[in-house]
Structure formats: structure tokens, C-alpha cells
Antibody, heavy 120, light 112 residues
């Protein structure tokens, strides 16, 4: 079945970077986009950005622009999200999700989430 | 980053119905029929329940239904069951705005 499996939890110091992976299975990898969403503890979902795997085109939320980079490895069927200059506000669960190209009419499925803790 | 507005909580007894609203603007909810709803149980990933305002993915019970009027979308859960207790988030495409996808503030549904 269609599945997204993310990398494990991370603990990072303020100012550091974190790179989270998202491995896809069960569908044609290049036919869909990968989206990344942040959810701070007890908070709502926040869209961070997406990558079109077929073209490599990326789109980022202005809130994270300059700090986030989304990449992919077709041979590994894996997308990556790297977030730099971490602060305590980045302590959150990060999710990847599959979406249709151009306009993501839905996000499905979602990865299981990766907890990132930023602490000195 | 603007969020769509949802009530913080909603509740109902088993078998009853509950409706959650999701209010956006003429640039997102009001402009596109690309509203989706996600269910999230504690400690779990969100799950798609409704997309394109009214459509249900395969496997989602028909107790879940969606609608939209103007800048406000709604999710109705009929015949409430214990497993429906969760957080629900709406989301909308926002076109050329940034971000192009916005989520709601979330609603905690409690089954009494």
C-alpha cells in the first residue's frame, strides 16, 4: 500500500540544522509532490513547503524561506527536509505528505512524523 | 501566517451529529473548491477525511460529510462514535498567496 516512512527523532542545539527523510513506497514516486508540515506541541499544522519530484521545482512558505530546503533522491524514493538556524520554536513534529502536482487537492498519506527537539 | 478559523472544541453524544466550521477568506476557502479535512488522534499523523469540499477518500465512513458556503466550509460527523474523538483540521488551497496552503486552527471533538 502507499506508505511514507520518516526518519527517527532528533535532538539539536540552537543554531544547528536538522535533516529529516521521508521514504515512499507503493506508488510511482515521480507522479506526486512531497509536502512538509510542522506541528509544534499542542499547536496547529503549518505548511512549510513542497517539492515536485518530476521537475525538482520547490515552493516554500515565506515563514520558513531562507531556512528550509527540500530535496529528493529518486533512486532512493526519498524526500528530505533540512531546516537550519534552529530555535526552541522549531521544537515540533515534522510530517511529510504526498500531494498531487501543481495543486495539491489533498495530502495523503502522511508520514508518521519526526519529533525534533531543540534544546541547549 | 494566517490560519483558517475553527472553533476550539465541539462535542456530542454517541449517535448524535456534530458540525465544525472553518472560516477563511475570499482568497482561500471562498476562491477554490480545494478544502480538505484531516482527523488527528493524539500522537498520530493526520488522516485525510474529506477533499475538494465534499469528496470522501476510499475507506472513510459516509458519516463524514463536507460542505461550503462562501468563505466558510463545514465538516459534519453524523452518528458519532467513540473513535471519532480526535482533533480535526481544515485546509484550503490559497492560490498565489504565500503560503499557498493554509490549515485551520483545529477543533477538538469530544464524544460525551
Amino acid at each position: 500500500q502507499v506508505q511514507l516512512v520518516q526518519s527517527g527523532a532528533e535532538v539539536k542545539k540552537p543554531g544547528a540544522s536538522v535533516k529529516v527523510s521521508c521514504e515512499a513506497s507503493g506508488y510511482i514516486f515521480t507522479n506526486y509532490d512531497f509536502h512538509w508540515v510542522r506541528q509544534a506541541p499542542g499547536q496547529r499544522l503549518e505548511w512549510m513547503g513542497r517539492i515536485n519530484v518530476a521537475s525538482g521545482n520547490t515552493k516554500y512558505s515565506e515563514k520558513f524561506q531562507g531556512r528550509v530546503s527540500i530535496t529528493w533522491d529518486t533512486s532512493a524514493r526519498t524526500a528530505y527536509m533540512e531546516l537550519s538556524s534552529l530555535t526552541s520554536e522549531d521544537t515540533a513534529v515534522f510530517y511529510c505528505a504526498r500531494g498531487l502536482p501543481v495543486v495539491a487537492k489533498w495530502l495523503d498519506p502522511w508520514g508518521q512524523g519526526t519529533l525534533v527537539i531543540v534544546s541547549s | 501566517q494566517s490560519a483558517l478559523t475553527q472553533p476550539p472544541s465541539a462535542s456530542g453524544s454517541p449517535g448524535q451529529s456534530v458540525t465544525i466550521s472553518c472560516t477563511g477568506t475570499s482568497s482561500d476557502v471562498g476562491a477554490y473548491n480545494y478544502v480538505s479535512w484531516y482527523q488527528q488522534h493524539p500522537g498520530k499523523a493526520p488522516k485525510l477525511m474529506i477533499y475538494e469540499v465534499t469528496k470522501r477518500p476510499s475507506g472513510v465512513p459516509d458519516r463524514f460529510s463536507g460542505s461550503k458556503s462562501g468563505n466558510t466550509a463545514s465538516l459534519t460527523v453524523s452518528g458519532l462514535q467513540a473513535e471519532d474523538e480526535a482533533d480535526y483540521y481544515c485546509s484550503s488551497y490559497a492560490g498565489f498567496n504565500n503560503p499557498p496552503y493554509v490549515f485551520g486552527t483545529g477543533t477538538k471533538v469530544t464524544v460525551l
